[in-house]
């Protein structure tokens, strides 16, 4: 580890400021001159052929100025895959949940567009319906889906019983694990569909100008160049005739990776209007846009007297809603956290993604990890528990540790798992409190993450940074930050290759006319992915003044260090020149210091959704966690407080250590809404808790005693050694939680949230049990 200036420090976010002031802009904020406001018409039925549209009286109400049904698009269906294109935006044929848009209208202000939606006269035909994905999968179960473009067939899935696609595994002699296994022990688990909890809700604003063909979009995304993609497919328009620009937005949290029916309809009702248009939606709209996944999860494992892994075997069912998203993802995704988190080379792992008339589910923090290590962490314990054994030696003895190779093929390249689960347990004194039942009691989980895994997508990031005649520097890139802090990471890393402060570094990102692309901000591919690209852009900018200084001064260049605005020879800075001055000489000699940098994680995977393996390099690195929570139960009242928690995540090393510190104790807060009361309540497809005074997140009062402890491994191909920071704290704190509520009052909840009344309800069998004996 080298002496830095600026990284490993910790630094304020650039923007932290704007954003407190007010001065930071969002898209609802943005205003055009003779700007037109949007609306979506949205079905009333869970399942409905759709007979008719007939959108007569709206056009006729004053200050509509354009209505639009599924008849004004191409009709290109939207998926994230080739094989996934399952969805019109504005179906004309049947829609397939409560909720789905139908139709749009602009006009002049938001009352009148209101007014215009209820003149639109739709005719439904209704549908049997079918909600629950265990009953989706029978044969004779309504079938929500025909054969689409792209559709694989039975390698990929069966839509007669509304299997979209699936996903195998299958490692090692399962079979012949089991049987050398002292215990196997067995279990179902559940878990619900929960929101992302935005502030923001969804915003789409596009201005379509008809003199260059263009359109700009403004919206909150994680991912500028995919939307852009996405939005020329649909509109079947050149690449260079789609620009989304950067705005700010608040929040993400993997619910603002796709692109949306309102954006398509922002830009088509832009264009017949020629105004810019802009659709807001209300509190209710944004719960219904995503949700988590609900899985059923199956999961079988062996074990011998020493804790030993001996097997694997999972089935799991995921519940995708209308249509599948990212789907194929959400049912992979889970495989790749057990394989890299407890060692067994005997592993077998089935799992559905199944359609039911419910909205559709996409991408969420974790995105499958959080409810995989709900089940896996949970049955670590049962079986702790059946042999004698300690929950943290049990843990130890299976997990991970550099250099191993997965099942897959995948290797295991930095890795401070055994420190992380060492760390954690020490910081909470666990010897010292576990086992003291009653009300309260201590509990541990772990996970792992991967980082800079492009999902399928396979995009470089790429960056420039540009000198200016005043010895600053600007960085372009096309990175985007939901918050998390990436602008900063990168400004920090231009300051650090430079030699110069902060202050005097700018960014412009996330513009996909403006900037290189970049793959986006998911699957915790920022730090390792773009940050990387920033460096390598940063690195050959520092040798472009380096060979500027190195004429000049006829030094070696190999002598030149940057330090304090200045380049000069190392040991003597007397003999040196300011970088200011050495970019007033790159102009003068018609060599302007631009620097360029790209990445991409080195990936050689065979992927098969469907049948057999999966092998090859998953991921650029993977990042691991524990957590340790104590948590207090009310017998009387089933109530759970957590009171504290202490998270340790290995990443890498931590560029900023106050954003990772910040980012672990959002993890820690997400992660226990999610365990103890977070849950979409349903009525036949109807969503009956769509806003934040019925659907319950932890607030303020609820956040427990948080520690923080930061592992640093040091990864080999990360920037500066560093992974993505704090997913694993927000997978992991979820068994934590569950196994400290066992841990106080001896019942094991295995269906999320565990809520007051599941904890009563078991307290009360285990009485009757007790008088039974």
Not at 59 to 78: H, M
Not at 263 to 288: G, N, P, Q, Y
Request: net charge neutral; charged share 25%; hydrophobic share 40%.
């Amino acid at each position: 580890m080298g002496e830095y200036s600026v990284i490993g420090k910790r630094v304020p976010n650039v923007f932290g400021r704007s954003k407190v002031d007010g001065s930071a802009k969002y898209t609802d904020d943005l205003k055009f001159p003779g700007m037109l406001f949007g609306g979506l018409l949205r079905s009333p039925y869970a399942h409905a052929r759709i007979l008719s549209i007939n959108t007569t009286r709206a056009e006729k109400l004053k200050g509509v100025k354009a209505v639009i049904t599924g008849e004004d698009t191409n009709k290109v269906p939207y998926g994230i895959f080739g094989f996934t294109r399952d969805q019109l935006f504005l179906p004309t044929d049947r829609v397939r949940f409560l909720g789905e848009e139908v139709a749009a209208v602009a006009a002049v202000d938001e009352q009148v567009v209101k007014e215009a939606l209820e003149l639109i006269e739709v005719k439904y035909e209704p549908l049997p319906v079918v909600t629950d994905p265990e009953e989706a999968m029978k044969v004779g179960a309504p079938q929500i889906h025909e054969p689409f473009r792209g559709f694989l067939g039975p390698e990929q899935g069966d839509l007669s019983r509304n299997i979209g696609v699936r996903c195998k595994r299958d490692y090692g002699d399962v079979e012949g694990g089991f049987k050398d296994a002292d215990l196997v022990c067995e279990d179902r688990f559940r878990t619900v569909a929960i929101n992302h909890g935005t502030l923001e809700p969804y915003v789409t604003l596009a201005r379509y100008d008809h003199g260059s063909g263009k359109v700009e979009i403004w919206c909150p995304n994680q991912a500028p160049f995919q939307k852009m993609r996405a939005i020329s497919n649909l509109m079947q328009m050149p690449l260079n005739d789609v620009v989304v620009r950067k705005i700010f937005h608040g929040g993400a949290f993997g619910g603002r990776s796709e692109t949306f029916a309102a954006d398509l309809c922002a830009v088509l009702l832009s264009k017949l209007t020629r105004k810019a248009v802009k659709i807001c939606f209300t509190r209710e709209d944004t719960f219904i846009l995503r949700q988590k996944h609900p899985y059923i999860i199956d999961i079988k494992a062996g074990v011998k007297k020493d804790g030993t892994l001996t097997a694997l075997d999972i089935r799991l069912i995921s519940d995708g809603g209308a249509y599948m998203s990212t789907g194929p993802i959400a049912i992979d995704f889970p495989s790749v956290v057990v394989e890299s988190m407890y060692r067994t080379s005997d592993f077998r792992y089935e799992s559905f993604e199944v359609y039911t008339n419910k909205p559709v589910r996409g991408a969420m923090r974790g995105h499958g990890g959080q409810q995989m290590a709900f089940a896996m962490d949970s049955l670590m314990d049962m079986m702790a528990e059946k042999i004698g054994m300690d929950p943290v030696d049990i843990r130890l003895r299976n997990a991970r540790r550099p250099g191993e190779m997965l099942p897959s093929k995948s290797q295991i390249r930095s890795c401070g798992f055994t420190e992380c689960i060492q760390k954690a347990a020490k910081a909470m004194d666990r010897g010292a409190k576990k086992g003291e039942h009653g009300s309260r009691g201590i509990g541990i989980g772990c996970s792992t993450m991967i980082s800079g895994f492009s999902l399928g997508f396979r995009t470089p990031s790429s960056a420039l940074v540009k000198l200016n005649d005043d010895g600053q520097a600007t960085v372009i890139s096309g990175l985007q930050d939901s918050g998390q802090g990436n602008e900063t990471m990168a400004v920090q890393i231009v300051s650090e290759e430079l030699g110069i402060p902060m202050e005097d570094v700018r960014i412009l990102n996330a513009d996909t006319e403006l900037t290189p692309p970049d793959p986006g901000n998911y699957a915790m591919c920022t730090t390792f992915v773009s940050g990387n690209a920033v460096r390598c852009a940063a690195a050959d900018a520092k040798e472009q003044l380096k060979a500027v200084v190195a004429q000049k001064l006829e030094a070696n260049i190999h002598d030149l260090v940057l330090k304090d605005r200045k380049i000069f020879v190392k040991g003597s800075p007397s003999m040196g020149m300011t970088v200011k001055q050495a970019v007033r000489e790159s102009f003068r000699s018609r060599q302007p210091v631009i620097g360029r940098g790209s990445y991409q994680p080195d990936l050689d995977m065979n992927t098969s959704w469907s049948v057999g393996k999966i092998e090859g390099q998953r991921t650029g690195a993977y990042t691991f966690g524990a957590v340790v929570v104590e948590v207090e139960v009310d017998r009387e009242t089933g109530q759970v407080r957590l009171i504290e928690a202490a998270g340790a995540q290995d990443v890498g090393y931590a560029l900023n250590p106050s954003a990772v510190e910040g980012q672990n104790e959002g993890s820690i807060v997400l992660g226990q809404g999610m365990v103890l009361t977070e849950d979409l309540a349903w009525d036949e497809g109807l969503m009956l808790n769509p806003n934040f005074l019925d659907y319950r997140m932890p607030i303020a009062k609820d956040m427990p005693r948080i520690r923080s402890i930061i592992v640093e491994s040091m990864d080999q191909d990360g920037p500066y050694g560093a992974k993505e920071a704090t997913e694993t704290i927000n997978i992991a704190v979820i068994p934590a939680i569950a196994n400290a509520i066992y841990d106080a009052v001896g019942v094991r909840i295995k269906e999320l949230p565990i809520t007051p009344q599941k904890i009563l309800a078991a307290l009360k069998g285990q009485e009757r049990k007790g008088v039974e004996r």
